[in-house]
């Protein structure tokens, strides 16, 4: 996990493989869905994809 900031506020970043991510997708997103968490995937070691919810927080 990692902390960065944007736009001035800061934000906990998670960040997974691509593997763990094909092991575990169903899951991640119900995650991602529930706690509107984004989550970085990576790919040999490399920032790749970004998963996060369409649902905007009310």
Known sequence: ???????????????????????????IVQEVSDTYERIVITKNGTDAAVLLTERRRV
């Open 1 to 27: 996990m990692y902390l960065y900031s944007r736009c001035g506020v800061s934000t906990i970043r998670r960040t997974i493989s691509l593997a763990e991510a094909k092991h575990t997708l169903s899951a």
